[in-house]
């Protein structure tokens, strides 16, 4: 036993950030930390339907979820992939999958391949040689580990859910293995004279609550963080001018049904639909500059495609995040931490990432400054490069139809990106930087889908015949078509969680 170890763990807030983390902590901790969670039912949670990626999973597995229980209760569907209209220009659309996309041929990269193919003229578009985007326009979906009969993966997916049901659900297993929750308001937060450490959280009804360490999950609020420790936030405006919301949930229509997320780019900002078994979650991102309230709700109203179910919701956030992400004996998660628009679903992933990375550097009651630096270099590093991705899809367009569009296209973007973007173009070379959330493969779907074409691809391409590359393409289209011909219709395997 570690005589440093720490023995009671507070977590402020009860959203998806608080459960999220007193799931998988207690789950992994088995019993040996006292583990106590602070919600207030007053002040309530952020929930608007919220769309995830793959690697959210690998979260349920550690925590010990049971799939068809979680699909069941968070009235979750199926995501294959996100489709983007009108990003690249007016009336574009393309698929960003999960997934596999092609396959390397000896040591040449698929997208040299596909490339060739483009400029013989044997190529189709990029989303024929990915099996989920296949699925997804066709909307078809099973589990699938792999294709059989060859070396290639099967389907990758992530899931949409609605978001205070999966708080509610990691609540259930996380009390049953022992977490303690408590209701009220947190009035003041106690910090040591000397130290600065986090010594407890003063309640609204006059009690305490002490511990060892601390995870501000308290939302925009960021009680810990922002109010009490005073870190510093960075503002990336500059880059992501959106800095509203206006979300609602619709009526489920058949025809929203799809196993993908919708991204329609507006005049000022961008769409979600995010289809669960119950109601189609929808938001409209916007910058304030740029359009008003009400205007942007109008958009949102005039493209839903259900009924509307409540009043439009308005959120206000700055895009950004915290200097730091864990200072003294606190660590910030959620929007206690920082907020990136859901362009690419991330939100929720940061969130498991900085639940993973904190067990990789667990705290003591010693010194953690070591800790600490890794823990900040890894969710800077993460948080960087989606911020970078993102951007990506606003600063590579064609489009200037509009004052916003014209700012974003027009904008300096950060040099991580700019480099990327100058790699691509002129080589069709990707690269992925220390195991950056995103792969090769999302970067080739977006830098395509928004416009860029390379100016040239790798000369090995050149040891494949004309005739080789359409065989090998077409070969690749063959086998997805014949496997998603074979995938349930998407309404069935719905009808199978429901
Ligand atoms: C417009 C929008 C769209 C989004 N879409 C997506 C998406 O598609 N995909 C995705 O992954 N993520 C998305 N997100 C992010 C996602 O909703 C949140 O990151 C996630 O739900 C985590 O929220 P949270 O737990 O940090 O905060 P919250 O849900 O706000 O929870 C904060 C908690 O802190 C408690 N609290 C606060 N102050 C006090 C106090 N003084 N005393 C006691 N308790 C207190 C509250 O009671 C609450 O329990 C979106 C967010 C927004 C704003």
């Not at 088995?30 to 309530?44: F, K, P, V």
């Not at 995501?79 to 983007?84: C, G, H, Y």
């Not at 991580?416 to 992925?432: D, I, N, P, V």
Request: charged share 25%; with cysteine; aromatic share 10%.
């Amino acid at each position: 036993m570690n005589e440093q170890s720490i023995d009671k763990l507070v977590i402020v807030g009860g959203g998806t950030a608080g459960w999220m983390s007193a799931a998988l902590i207690s789950r992994l901790s088995e019993g040996t930390l006292d583990i106590r969670l602070i919600e207030s039912d007053a002040i309530g949670t952020v929930g608007v339907g919220e769309a995830t990626i793959p690697p959210i999973q690998v979260f349920n597995d550690l925590a010990g979820v049971d799939e068809q229980e979680f699909l069941r209760d968070t009235k979750a569907t199926i995501k294959l992939a996100i489709e983007f209209q009108n990003w690249g220009a007016i009336g574009d659309r393309y698929l960003h999958g999960f997934g596999f996309l092609g396959r390397t041929v000896g040591a040449i990269p698929f997208q040299h391949v596909y490339l060739k193919g483009l400029a013989e003229g044997v190529a189709g578009s990029i989303s024929d040689y990915s099996l989920n985007n296949r699925a997804a326009q066709e909307g078809r979906f099973n589990r699938l580990e792999r294709i059989e009969g060859t070396p290639l993966p099967g389907i990758v997916y992530a899931y949409h859910f609605d978001a205070s049901l999966y708080a509610q659900f990691l609540r259930k297993h996380s009390e049953a293995r022992g977490v303690n929750r408590r209701e009220g308001r947190i009035q003041e937060v106690l910090l040591d004279s000397a130290s600065g450490d986090v010594t407890g959280l003063k309640m609204e009804d006059g009690s305490e609550v002490s511990g060892d360490f601390f995870i501000d999950c308290s939302g925009f609020n960021s009680l810990l963080f922002n109010r009490s420790l005073g870190i510093a936030y960075d503002d990336w405006s500059e880059w992501l001018p959106c800095n509203r919301a206006v979300a609602l949930p619709s009526s489920s229509e058949a025809r929203s049904l799809r196993p993908y997320t919708q991204s329609i780019a507006h005049q000022a900002g961008w769409q979600w639909r995010i289809p669960l078994q119950h109601r189609t979650g929808n938001g409209h991102v916007f910058c304030d500059e740029f359009i008003s309230e009400d205007e942007a709700t109008q958009v949102l109203l005039d493209n839903l495609e259900g009924d509307p179910l409540k009043d439009p919701l308005s959120l206000r956030f700055t895009p950004g995040c915290r200097k730091k992400l864990w200072h003294r004996n606190c660590i910030a998660l959620g929007l206690a931490s920082g907020f990136i628009e859901p362009l690419e679903s991330t939100s929720i992933h940061l969130i498991q990432i900085g639940i993973t990375n904190l067990l990789k550097v667990f705290p003591t009651k010693g010194d953690n400054s070591a800790r600490e630096r890794e823990y900040n270099r890894r969710m800077r590093f993460e948080y960087e490069a989606i911020r970078d991705f993102i951007i990506l899809h606003y600063h590579q367009t064609s489009r200037d139809d509009t004052p916003f569009w014209k700012h974003v296209k027009n904008m300096q973007v950060p040099e991580f990106l700019q480099e990327k973007m100058a790699s691509f173009a002129e080589s069709g070379h990707l690269y992925r930087v220390d195991e950056e959330l995103f792969t090769e493969v999302g970067w080739l779907q977006v830098m395509l889908g928004q416009g860029i074409r390379p100016q040239q691809y790798n000369p090995l391409a050149d040891t494949l015949t004309s005739q080789e590359v359409k065989e090998y393409l077409q070969n690749l289209h063959t086998i997805l078509k014949a496997t998603v011909d074979k995938l349930q219709p998407y309404p069935e395997f719905l009808k199978g969680i429901s």
